[in-house]
T-cell receptor, first 112, second 112 residues
């Protein structure tokens, strides 16, 4: 059974710092991996999706990498801003039923 | 504007009552999902439906029921059999063959 872990659970950094959020998974036979952002009391916003055949995806200041063999993905945020403060969740999809298995998230605070 | 709507945003229920959470999408997506999120945790799948008039149990279906009579609608009923229903409920959808899931804004259910 797939298990997804995100460490650390919380992170506080000063504005302008580059940072890396980690996501690990136990079953490497994934179809894809998706990174989401969640603001307090809100739904999830999709940030990046990496297919199993890809190594990384980029969108603006965000870069997500995928290493299936080691069961790891990282989300790199460049030049962090206070507006980046949110919880970041990763999720893996295992098969064509589109079910997602979520990690518990990393709560990020970017201090002005 | 295309998207997923959930109503109500906040819902209060007395013990022993059934309540129904609404989820509607105008994205013409085929598959729809219900997730539950508890504080500080990731999302867990309750039910999902890949086609009208068909749905499957997720990981925590006990105490919940769903219907899929129309492509755009996937209501979730939280029954009195659900022992700990207080949580944040999120609905999602995806297009047939696509990988990316899109989420609604969520409904926060509190049992009094």
């Amino acid at each position: 059974k797939q298990e997804v872990t995100q460490i650390p659970a919380a992170l506080s950094v000063p504005e302008g710092e580059n940072l890396v959020l980690n996501c690990s998974f136990t079953d490497s036979a994934i179809y894809n991996l998706q990174w989401f952002r969640q603001d307090p009391g809100k739904g999830l916003t999709s940030l990046l999706l990496i297919q199993s055949s890809q190594r990384e995806q980029t969108s603006g200041r965000l870069n997500a990498s995928l290493d299936k063999s080691s069961g790891r993905s990282t989300l790199y945020i460049a030049a962090s801003q206070p507006g980046d403060s949110a919880t970041y969740l990763c999720a893996t999809r295992m098969d064509s039923s589109y079910k997602l298995i979520f990690g518990s998230g990393t709560r990020l605070l970017v201090r002005p | 504007d295309g998207g997923i709507t959930q109503s109500p945003k906040y819902l209060f229920r007395k013990e022993g009552q059934n309540v129904t959470l609404s989820c509607e999408q105008n994205l013409n997506h085929d598959a729809m999902y219900w997730y539950r999120q508890d504080p500080g945790q990731g999302l867990r799948l309750i039910y999902y439906s890949q086609i009208v008039n068909d749905f499957q149990k997720g990981d925590i279906a006990e105490g919940y029921s769903v219907s899929r009579e129309k492509k755009e609608s996937f209501p979730l009923t939280v029954t009195s059999a659900q022992k700990n229903p207080t949580a944040f409920y999120l609905c999602a959808s995806t297009r047939q063959g696509a990988s990316e899931q899109f989420f609604g804004p969520g409904t926060r259910l509190t049992v009094l």
